[in-house]
């Protein structure tokens, strides 16, 4: 049973259409991440949040932004979709204090633009 | 930053085989961890490591936590079709005050098994 939710799982959109990807998890965790997974299969951290009202770029600069209004839902947006941005998207989430289990992974969504 | 060497990149092996991947890092860490990603799936934890020199197993698999803290190796016995999928390691350090620094992902090792 997940308890890290992405939604969609899989999206084909338009270039320029802003899109939105949505995060949720039940587990009460202050910590959630978003990465950016290329062909290659590397993850590419792409943003974090140690909790609400906190968000910091990750490693990979990237033109997507995301908010942390509530401590269960990290969303990432971009304003204007472009076929570079065709990736897998996953979002992850830690507790805080960290015990040492590291991150829980969401199934991901498929980012497609034409 | 830290930067982890993850080996082979891609292994091809016959069902029934073992199976032998690696990490290796230029600097210290306190906890090792190993992921498998499904095809379509998200990476999902499959052993944790925190003491230099620990062995520790998950039914067909096995991981060591190296003396040194810079490696790791995962071991997968009597490898079967479901064992296909990505495999990530990870280090984490751990500070004086206890806290957990972010998770450094190797890049993955693509195997496949051929039934």
């Known amino acids: 049973e997940a308890d890290i939710y992405q939604t969609p799982r899989y999206l084909v959109i338009g270039t320029g259409k802003k899109i939105t990807l949505e995060c949720s998890q039940t587990m009460g965790h202050d910590k959630m991440y978003w990465y950016q997974q290329d062909p290659g299969m590397e993850l590419h951290l792409i943003h974090y949040s140690y909790g609400v009202n906190s968000t910091e770029k990750g490693d990979l600069s990237s033109e997507s932004t995301v908010s942390r209004i509530r401590t269960e839902h990290f969303p990432l947006t971009l304003e204007s979709a472009r076929p570079s941005h065709t990736s897998q998207y996953l979002c992850?989430?830690?507790?805080?204090?960290?015990?040492?289990?590291?991150?829980?992974f969401g199934s991901g969504t498929r980012l497609t633009v034409v | 930053g830290q930067q982890l060497n993850q080996s082979p990149q891609s292994m091809f092996i016959q069902e029934g085989e073992d199976v032998s991947m690696n990490c290796t890092s230029s600097s210290i860490f306190n906890t090792w961890l190993w992921y498998k990603q499904d095809p379509g799936e998200g990476p999902v934890l499959l052993i944790a490591?925190?003491?230099?020199?620990e062995l520790t197993s998950n039914g067909r698999l096995t991981a060591q936590f190296g003396i040194t803290r810079k490696d790791s190796f995962l071991n997968i016995s009597a490898s079967i079709p479901s064992d296909v999928g990505i495999y990530f390691c990870a280090g984490q350090l751990r500070n004086s005050g206890g806290s957990n620094y972010k998770l450094t992902f190797g890049k993955g090792t693509l195997l496949t098994v051929n039934p």
């Open positions: 992850a989430s830690s507790p805080s204090p960290d015990r040492g289990r590291g991150y829980t």
């Open positions: 490591l925190y003491k230099a020199g």
